[in-house]
């Protein structure tokens, strides 16, 4: 059973602690993670509640070590899913070599289309100077599910793709001899995950694709991020949380520290300035600790001037340190006045895109260079912001953009819900994306580029009933789902905004539950394809309509048009660049006459691979202003010269 109990303090916990908000603690989050009976090697943390590894990224420094796993692994599939019967956790009979991380589809022709099981299996070496510390086990991601063994013994489950898990593997650690990994991943598209596959084996109707999925990307599978060995000193820091806020021109530093098996003892945070270090004691009381630092005159971070300030929280014996974890923060705020979104107390438009992980041969495997590409195509555009569509990407994403000065809206993997389904899968859904939204909170909610939680994307409520009415049961489990996930993100994090990206003639019921409108619209595409003046008379009509409705900032979340790389009409016309470039500039342009626009994300960044179906042309979404090879279309100029100041 994928259960748990919460792995420590909430947002909202700490900002009452240190005097900045009110409010209960969390209720106990269903985290997806299971143990083997009997193998777990952590003791429990404070206040009677179970720390989860993994969400703390680790990092390699005088107390603690990082071992990257990264590079051949043995690969085998299992098509039969009858490996571990046979025990191929302690060896594959037939491996052939894979890269970790990438994902297998791009990799083999028997594996194209393959989403079901497969292993991988590593020897590999615990150094023998971590004797005396505690070891960990994390994979970056593995989607969708995954079961690990070392040495031949079970660790765990994990279901889940795109966000980290560990396992502690201290008791089990050999450092004489070399340790098997092995790990069996499967990306099978069942109806009660999230996201959820087609109920029955049925696709999407007109858009149904092969492999059959709910959503219109490809269901990459296998282990898409990295695998490491680390470990920590017997007690260390297990968590930080950090908020800050702005007082005329300083900044407010709040640090929450956990240490584990509850201890108590004195640590200190320090936040290093261009006129030295600041600091603060920290005494941690039941493994808890709480202090505030005053930055001068500080640096506050924004797109344009992303100034990043170095934290170090150590824990402390006899005045010197025994253990240590390093991050850096920005000073910012956000937040919704009205039907404006202020950054630093300051109205903000996003000028963005969707993107995807999505590139030739490693599929949405991590590749560092092709990310900090991406970022200096989106700086060249102007761009300031772009949402994680859909799914949460990796880490590094997250610290280029905190570098760089990229506004981030997360999103967990809850694409393809549909309330028209059954209620069983319904409450399945939920507790798997409150999991989701929780393990993500924890991981990202010290980025200062990430300023909105994102908990679905074009959610629907099933065909209408007879006669047009909506079909009033969906719109209720609809609104259900948004009441829970909304609270539950205001809960752990209370100084984000909480948004979800709605679909084009979806029930608008729901959108009084979050704080900032998220609209996707595809007029001048899939309605009135091809009449891009009336599509400029919709959209306005439809901004101006949701706005009275709902009186809050809107982001046009996504809109766009697939065009063939290289084909030019005149007039223009569909597919053409010139219709793409037309279409995009129209939607800017109405956009900039509202007020209480607060921003237009295109769809999307760069062209990206789908299943197979008859409405994408080599298997490809092509709505990007890149190629998937990342050159410019005739709209990425469009857009430069429309957000780009100088």
């Known amino acids: 059973m994928d259960s748990g109990e919460n792995d420590g303090i909430t947002r909202r916990d700490f900002l009452k602690g240190v005097g900045m908000a009110s409010g209960a603690a969390a209720s106990s989050p269903l985290l997806n993670l299971t143990v083997a009976a009997g193998e777990a090697d952590a003791p429990a943390a404070s206040a009677g509640r179970t720390h989860t590894p993994g969400a703390m990224r680790p990092q390699q420094n005088e107390f603690r070590n990082l071992l990257d796993l990264s590079g051949l692994w043995q690969f085998q599939l299992d098509t039969k899913n009858d490996g571990e019967q046979a025990r191929w956790f302690n060896g594959l009979p037939a ?32 150094p023998k100077a971590w004797e005396g510390q505690r070891v960990f086990l994390r994979v970056y991601s593995a989607t969708y599910a995954a079961k690990l063994w070392l040495n031949g013994e079970l660790l765990g489950e994990h279901k889940g793709g795109h966000l980290p898990f560990a396992f502690e593997i201290t008791a089990k650690a050999r450092s004489n001899q070399s340790t098997r990994i092995a790990i069996r991943v499967e990306n099978l598209q069942k109806p009660d ?22 959503y219109d990307f490809f269901p990459y599978a296998g282990i898409d991020r990295q695998v490491a060995l680390y470990s920590c000193p017997s007690t260390h820091v297990e968590d930080i949380t950090v908020t800050t806020r702005i007082e005329g021109n300083d900044g407010r530093v709040a640090v929450a520290a956990r240490a584990t098996g509850g201890w ?64 850096h923060l920005g000073v910012r705020t956000i937040a919704v006045q009205g039907d404006r979104l202020l950054l630093n107390n300051q109205p903000i438009v996003l000028h963005g895109v969707d993107k995807h992980e999505d590139f030739p041969l490693h599929g949405k495997g991590l590749c560092v260079p092709q990310l900090v590409r991406d970022c200096q195509l989106l700086k060249w555009m102007g761009a300031n912001a772009y949402r994680t569509s859909h799914y949460p990407y990796s880490e590094e994403a997250m610290e280029l953009a905190d ?10 993997p809850a694409v393809g819900l549909n309330f028209a389904r059954s209620e069983q899968d319904i409450q399945a859904w939920t507790a798997m994306a409150q999991s989701q ?9 010290n980025h200062p580029s990430v300023i909105m939680w994102s908990v679905a994307n074009e959610p629907g409520a099933g065909p209408h009933r007879p006669g047009g009415q909506p079909n009033s049961q969906a719109v209720a489990a609809g609104a259900a789902y948004f009441t829970k996930m909304v609270a539950l993100a205001h809960e752990l994090d209370p100084t984000r905004p909480v948004i979800f990206a709605s679909v084009q003639g ?17 007029f001048g595409w899939y309605s009135v394809g091809g009449r891009l003046h009336l599509a400029e008379t919709l959209l306005a009509k439809d901004l101006d309509a949701v706005h009275a409705r709902f009186s809050k900032p809107i982001i046009l979340t996504e809109f766009g048009a ?18 793409q470039a037309d279409l995009l500039g129209r939607y800017v342009d109405v956009a900039e006459k509202r007020p209480f626009m607060a921003g237009t994300l295109v769809w999307c960044f760069a062209d990206f691979r789908t299943g197979q179906n008859i409405i994408r042309a080599e298997g490809m979404n092509q709505k990007g202003v890149f190629t998937r090879d990342r050159r410019p279309k005739r709209a990425a100029h469009l857009l430069r010269s429309r957000w780009r100041k100088s």
């Open 562 to 579: 697939d065009t063939i790389s290289g084909y030019h009409s005149q007039p223009p016309e569909m597919w053409s660049e010139d219709y």
């Open 95 to 126: 491996p052939q070599p894979i890269p970790v991380p990438a994902s297998w589809n791009e990799l083999f022709d028997d594996a194209a289309n393959y989403l079901g099981f497969a292993w991988y299996s590593l020897e590999t070496w615990i």
């Open 264 to 327: 108590s003892g004195k640590g200190r945070a320090e936040i290093v300035t261009d006129s030295g270090p600041v600091s603060a004691d920290l005494v941690f009381v039941r493994g808890e600790a709480r202090s505030e630092l005053r930055l001068p005159s500080a640096h506050f971070w924004t797109p344009d001037h992303p100034h990043l300030y170095p934290l170090t929280v150590s824990l402390l014996e006899s005045g010197q340190p025994f253990d240590a974890y390093s991050l």
């Open 403 to 412: 570098r760089i000065g990229i506004l981030i809206l997360d999103e967990i």
């Open 437 to 445: 939204l929780r393990d993500l909170i924890a991981r990202d909610k």
């Open 193 to 214: 995950r999230v996201p959820p596959g087609p109920p029955t084996g049925r696709g999407r109707g007109f858009f149904s694709s092969y492999p059959p999925t709910t």
């Open 506 to 522: 979806g029930p608008e019921e729901w959108l009084k539950f979050v704080d900032v409108i998220g609209i996707n619209r595809y």
